[in-house]
């Protein structure tokens, strides 16, 4: 409701407009908004006979989109070496630091004497992962870090989400240490 | 001696069947038709894509999608094996009954509706897309030359009344649905669309009566034939020309009696979950909503055949185009009866996708502006529209 300010004649606190017979006898208000959306109907359909993609979504499975930020947190990788083992130490700071608690990692000693621990298993339960970050910047090594995408991310089970250490590795099984890949703090 | 079939003339048994059988199957193929334009038309005016995903698949890997509209037969699947759910219903055999009551009025008005003007048996049989069918031309031309059919399923010559009586008996499919289903949200649902229909028949009745006052008949037939004279020698008098203000009281009313968007306040999900059918499942469901989408085409057609001239294209005689300035163009009778048909069905496509249209941008009245929009504004209107015709009728105008 637009109230009047006492001693300002003219003003008001909302600036309505004030509808015209135009707008009250309704019917070229519904003209004009079927109008645009036949406007859009039409091209779209123009867009489809034309061989195009009409309308402005994504064909999910088959199609991504293109515009992910590359600092989107989306599924976790398990950075490796150059020789494909992974750079992980198991310190378990981030699965000690993961608020979800969605971390399991168990530890075993390294054959490598220069290595103290590599992890013997190293889960995350993606359905539990609230995908916060906390675990990239928790890392010493930056033995983990998350892609922008978040493809794949789907199972018909819960025990399917669960994420062992070959599936985080093999995503992405080289990752170029030049290049920042998804989020890295 | 001509053959009869139970009393019947052969012929025009054979005929009646076909006639019958082809309009309505138009109709319950327009129900899938359009449940299928609904979910695609939708989408490509929301810039979505809409239905693409349900498939028959094919040898090679791919699947044949028809553009979504398999979607329909694996609906249709679907409502079929899964579990009828049956309410604790206060009256089962009610609750049985209002779907029929919904789902026949809807159907059986197209009967008196002329899908195209008169057809000559035999004449149509020299045609060049029957005329390879072995011995039948032949045949009509020696036995039957001058059996004249109409493709019409019932001549009534109280044809408008009947739509009227028919539509008005689909009011017991909703407040039966809502009353037997024991559901509070089905009983609002219910007393919306009863109080809904009925307040909106009379202004949809008092819209059509300057029609039936304009060309003086509620024979449909006849109404079609009255709109394909001329007026000045060159305007088609159709009723959106003599009666241009009843169509948008017809069309408003007409959609309101339909229930659709923007006065579907029966079935206003955000407030009474899905109205007086909330408590049907599977395939009943369904059977409701075919009948909503088979009474959309429904009026598609009413809006054809009383404002658009029905089949009728314009100039177009029994004979040809008797063009207003005097030239002719001659048209074999095959032609003729393909013109009328693909008018009318033309026609019928393009209001049936106006009213798509108009479903989809529109957002829902509120109940008293729905209630205002109808007691304080249509039958005023109508009435008025009713007066002026009225004179305009007496002073010999028309």
Known sequence: MSQQIPGLPDMTYIDREKRTFLDQIYFWEITRGILITTKHFFRNMAKWLTFRKGGVVILYPEEMRPDYSQNNRGRHILVQRSDGSPRCVACKMCATNCPAECITIVAEESDDSNIQKRPKVFEIDVSRCIFCGFCV???????????????????????????????????KPTVNDDVVHGYNP | MESTFFGINTVTFITNLVIAGGIFGFMFTMGAVMSWSERKQ??????????????????????????????NIADAIKCLVKEDFKPRAYDLFMYNLAIFFAFIPAVISVAVIPFAGEVHLAELFQSWYLKWIPGLPEYFATNLPNYVFRVQVANLNVGLLFVFAVGSISVFGAILAGWSSNNKFSMMGALRACSQMISYEVAMGLALLGIIFIYQTVD????????????????????????????FLFIASAVAENKRMPFDLPEAESEIISGYYTEYSAFKMLMFMFAEFIEICFVAIMITTLFFGGYSVPYLMADGFHWPWGAFTAVSH?????????????????FCFLLQQ?????????????????????????????????????????
């Open chain 2, 358 to 398: 108009a479903r989809w941008s529109l957002p829902r009245f509120r109940y008293d502006q729905l209630m205002r929009l109808g007691w304080k504004y249509l039958l005023p209107l109508a009435l008025l529209n009713l007066v002026v015709t009225v004179i305009i009728v007496a002073l010999g105008g028309f």
């Open chain 2, 220 to 247: 449909v037939w006849s109404l079609v034939q009255g709109q394909r004279e001329l007026a000045f020698g060159w305007l088609p008098k159709w009723g959106i020309v003599l009666q241009p203000f009843a169509f």
């Open chain 1, 137 to 171: 910047e928790a890392c010493p090594v930056d033995a983990i870090r998350m892609a922008p995408t978040t493809e794949e991310l789907a199972g018909y089970n819960r025990f399917r989400m669960i994420y062992d250490k070959k599936t985080l590795m093999t995503w």
């Open chain 2, 42 to 71: 939708s989408a490509q005016l929301q810039d979505r894509i809409g239905a693409n995903r349900a498939g028959i698949p094919l040898p090679g890997g791919k699947s044949l999608k028809v553009w979504g509209f398999i979607n």
């Open chain 2, 334 to 350: 095959g032609n003729v009866v393909l013109l009328e048909l693909g008018s009318f069905l033309t026609k019928v496509f393009f």
